[in-house]
């Protein structure tokens, strides 16, 4: 079975732009989460959502948002960059919503604002 | 608001030495997960402890929580080189919908 899947894995934007990341869960997992995760330190959560709805946030400003599909992908957008959003982005998919339930993440999307 | 401390913050061991690492809440927690970050990749989940005074074993990983339900451990024996990485526990904050990882311990073995 395949596992969570991010798109892109690497990214290069400017400041001031916008940028999308996308993720797939693990099939049958209703769940998904969003962390930013700078280097040397552990992931920060920024949203969960199941079911198409917020279900957690984390604490960052309004220029982060998300969305679920009906088909439970996600993408994460953040706009109007800064030089502190370079970070690596972890997805995590879990079965159901929820603060017992183990986390499944993907490789990530490395952005890098320039 | 809820912490989540780990120490040490880096520990480096000789190949057989055996390794713990230690994680503190400020509040109760109704579980506890535990997660390995090799160099390079992305956390893997390795086990969640819910009972208060709760002990796991996987192979040479002991984990601990504590009788509060405000601390936990993960002891590794006789580590080995695939032991290498970063170990984060991890929790619920106040609505159970928001999750919380702790600093990590980054683990070094020398062979």
């Known amino acids: 079975d395949a596992g969570v899947t991010q798109s892109p894995t690497h990214l290069i934007k400017t400041r001031g732009q916008h940028v999308t990341l996308r993720c797939s869960p693990i099939s049958g997992h209703k769940s998904v989460s969003w962390y930013q995760q700078v280097l040397g330190q552990g992931p920060q959560f920024i949203f969960q959502?199941?079911?198409?709805?917020?279900?957690g946030r984390g604490n960052f400003p309004d220029r982060f948002s998300a969305r679920q599909f009906p088909n439970y992908s996600s993408e994460l957008n953040v706009n109007a960059l800064l030089l502190g959003d370079s970070a690596l982005y972890l997805c995590?998919?879990?079965?159901?919503?929820?603060?017992?339930?183990?986390?499944?993440f993907g490789d990530g999307t490395r952005l890098s604002i320039l | 608001g809820q912490q989540v401390m780990q120490i040490p913050q880096y520990q480096h061991v000789q190949e057989g030495e055996d390794f713990t690492t230690y994680c503190n809440s400020s509040t109760t927690l109704s579980n506890i997960q535990w997660y390995k970050q090799r160099p390079g990749g992305h956390p893997v989940f390795l086990i969640q402890?819910?009972?208060?005074?709760e002990v796991k074993k996987q192979k040479r990983l002991t984990f601990q929580f504590g009788e509060a339900k405000k601390n936990s451990s993960l002891h590794i024996t006789a580590t080995q080189t695939t032991d290498v990485g970063t170990y984060f526990c991890a929790g619920p904050l106040y609505n159970f919908n928001k999750f919380y990882f702790g600093s990590g311990t980054k683990l070094n073995v020398k062979p």
């Open positions: 959502y199941y079911e198409k709805e917020e279900r």
């Open positions: 995590a998919s879990s079965l159901r919503v929820g603060g017992n339930q183990p986390q499944h």
């Open positions: 402890l819910v009972k208060s005074g």
